[in-house]
């Protein structure tokens, strides 16, 4: 005994009684060397236990370190879509959510889990009482001098509020601690009195503007006289009405009232509210709270303090607010983002815009044109001999007497150079700004007619350059035994190539005019620089039509101006033959005839007379049958060169209207997705 009660003695009065084990040991005279090893090691754990830091408390599950996913992802989606919206918007459309931005930043670098909660109300309802009352001592003066609170005074429920009261701007001297012991419910609480919102003092009003733009929650104290000012609904609790969750609306002074009159002030005060659009939190949904008590006899201030014991413990006010701020911004930009209906290019709208450049640089009567020209050229070429004749007596005599319009063999008027109709251009680009910009907000509208306005600069130019690009001739293009022989010489055509002239010594018929011919495989002079048949370069450039020229046609286009000629199917060669073969024909069975009628031959003479009345009417049956055959490859003609220009005419809309105008839609509906991230709407 002698040796535990010295072992106890040594531990000291600070030091915990040793265990039973240690204490009630008893043995033989070897005790005492026993026990001190073992009374060693519980000696040493426990000053090792001494000597280990001791770890750092876990935060409450309830407490708020860091923003909620949500919010986080909600605040990123606004920085990006502010920071893609100064090219289009204006500096003060963007103010606000740039300050909600710049605020939530500056309040995530303080602790997240204290509640900065500011009672707010006007001159005489009793802010300061009800602030001594919840503080439980005389922090904030109190009288019927009016105003009594001239500088803001906050009161915190914890040690680490230094750098939210500087951010607050509270002065050092206006920074009270509540008496202890302090309640646990209001741990982390920093409650701040202000001063009056409408007090005659200047500066004041400025001060609760600031400071209700920074603090996480505020209580509205109103009194029986001034519930229903206007002042108070019109300039705080209507606007602030999205911010309904982080907002205490309490009526002060109820010991002035009745059980009835409080009751029905109370019901008054609650429809006010109501028509200020502030949702109140009533039956368990999210809302202001909305109470009844005497901050100077304490009546009802037992159910504040306990509501706003729930709301700090909760440590969600910094979030709450922030998530507030982030709606009112949000809802601010909502003109500016979201668009009536889906604004956008439709194919309808693309396919008209297109349709409309068509017309503006004539597709259509261009390919009128060329099926005519086909068609004529046809008819000229697998008509009868006797027509030929005519035509030739017709180009003879105008060329004696100075006709206009006489022409030879398949010669067609040169083409005109085209030029895009300026009004039709103009009001295609009316017609697809028009639809592109139909319900977009006005700061997209207007970006997209900049778009389009520029792109429509040199439009008309670029049509002109684009038609006279798409009515080159086909052998430029390698389609056709088209060459321009420049009035030089033109030998028989080469493999592939079109019919041609007959004899290289012969000299072509443009030799005059300068025109476009068949055929051929050289010029009389390489350096003309013109374009000719056969797989042969011309003017420094290689045509490549005698592998793929067969049987195509085409018309082709002097540089010069001068005539062009079509491209001759094989067909109309064959049936060129025929009409040749048929007048020879006729030729010898009149011969015959006549000599059947002088008694020459024994041949009745209805034999001659029939093979000549035969050949006769076969020749314009052929040149009919010829113009029916044509109709088809004709058709065909005109359609490709209505489609060439059509083509060339959409890709010059395309590159200068289309494309820009489809960029600024795909921004709006880049930044448009992005606002519906920011608003929570996604």
């Not at 030739?392 to 067609?412: F, I, P, Q």
């Not at 005109?416 to 680009?429: C, D, G, I, K, Y």
């Amino acid at each position: 005994m002698t040796a535990v009660h010295s072992a106890d003695s040594r531990r000291g009065p600070g030091r915990p009684p040793a265990s039973d084990a240690v204490d009630r040991s008893w043995d033989d005279g070897l005790i005492a060397r026993r026990a001190r090893p073992e009374r060693t090691r519980p000696d040493k754990a426990h000053q090792e236990q001494r000597e280990r830091p001791a770890a750092p408390a876990r935060p409450a599950p309830s407490v708020a370190t860091v923003l909620g996913g949500p919010l986080l992802t909600r605040l990123d989606a606004l920085r990006q879509l502010v920071g893609l919206s100064r090219a289009r918007l204006d500096g003060g459309t963007l103010d606000e959510a740039g300050r909600v931005l710049e605020e939530a930043a500056v309040r995530q670098r303080h602790p997240l889990d204290l509640t900065v909660v500011a009672i707010a109300g006007s001159t005489g309802s009793g802010k300061s009482t009800l602030f001594n009352t919840l503080a439980r001592a005389q922090l904030s003066e109190a009288g019927v001098r009016r105003p009594t609170t001239s500088a803001p005074v906050a009161c915190a429920w914890t040690d680490r509020a230094d750098g939210l009261l500087d951010r607050l701007g509270i002065a050092e001297g206006a920074r009270r601690k509540p008496p202890r012991p302090r309640d646990p419910a209001f741990a982390g609480l920093v409650l701040l009195d202000l001063p009056d919102h409408d007090s005659a003092a200047a500066g004041h009003r400025e001060q609760v503007d600031r400071l209700l733009e920074l603090v996480d929650a505020v209580i509205w104290v109103v009194d029986p006289e001034k519930y229903a000012d206007a002042v108070l609904h019109e300039r705080y609790l209507r606007p602030l009405a999205g911010y309904a969750e982080v907002t205490f609306v309490v009526l002060n002074q109820l010991d002035r009232l009745s059980g009835d009159a409080a009751d029905q002030v109370l019901d008054d005060l609650r429809r006010l509210l109501d028509e200020d659009g502030l949702a109140l939190g009533e039956h368990g949904e999210p809302g202001a709270a909305v109470l009844a008590l005497s901050a100077l006899t304490g009546e009802g201030v037992g159910e504040l303090r306990e509501v706003l014991g729930q709301f700090v413990t909760r440590r969600k006010a910094a979030e709450l607010r922030l998530t507030a701020d982030v709606d009112g911004a949000s809802a601010r930009l909502r003109p500016v983002y979201v668009a009536e209906g889906r604004p956008g290019l439709t194919d309808g709208a693309r396919l008209d815009f297109e349709d409309r450049l068509a017309e503006a640089v004539g597709a259509r009567a261009s390919g009128l044109r060329a099926e005519r020209t086909w068609l004529r050229g046809a008819e000229r070429a697998c008509g009868t001999v006797w027509g030929h004749a005519w035509r030739h007596y017709r180009k003879t005599r105008g060329a004696r007497t100075g006709e206009a319009g006489a022409g030879s063999g398949t010669d067609v008027a040169p083409p005109q150079r085209r030029t895009a109709s300026r009004p039709l251009v103009e009001q295609a680009v009316r017609a697809l700004v028009h639809e592109a910009s139909a319900g977009l907000p006005e700061p997209w509208a207007l970006a997209v007619r900049e778009a389009a306005v520029n792109g429509a600069e040199g439009l008309s130019e670029a049509l002109d350059e684009a038609g006279a690009a798409a009515s080159l001739p086909a052998a430029r293009r390698g389609a056709s035994g088209v060459r321009w022989v420049g009035g030089r010489r033109a030998a028989k055509p080469s493999s592939g190539g079109a019919e041609g002239a007959r004899a290289g010594g012969r000299r072509a018929a443009g030799r005059d005019t300068g025109g476009w011919r068949t055929g051929g495989r050289r010029t009389g002079d390489r350096r003309t620089g013109g374009w000719r048949a056969g797989d042969r370069r011309t003017g420094g450039r290689r045509t490549g039509a005698g592998r793929r020229g067969a049987g195509r046609t085409g018309v082709g286009r002097t540089r010069g101006g001068g005539a062009p000629r079509l491209v001759r199917p094989r067909w109309w060669a064959l049936a060129t033959a025929a009409q040749v073969m048929l007048v020879l024909l006729q030729l010898g069975g009149l011969v015959w005839l006549l000599t059947a009628l002088c008694g020459g031959t024994g041949v009745p003479w209805w034999v001659p007379a029939g093979l000549t009345a035969g050949c006769a009417a076969g020749a314009p049956l052929l040149s009919w049958g010829c113009r029916m055959a044509a109709r088809g490859p004709a058709r065909g003609y005109g359609l490709e060169t209505e489609r060439r220009l059509r083509n060339a005419a959409a890709a010059c809309g395309r590159e200068r209207v289309l494309e820009p105008v489809a960029a600024e839609l795909l921004r709006y509906r880049e930044l448009r997705g992005q606002y519906v991230v920011a608003a929570g709407e996604g």
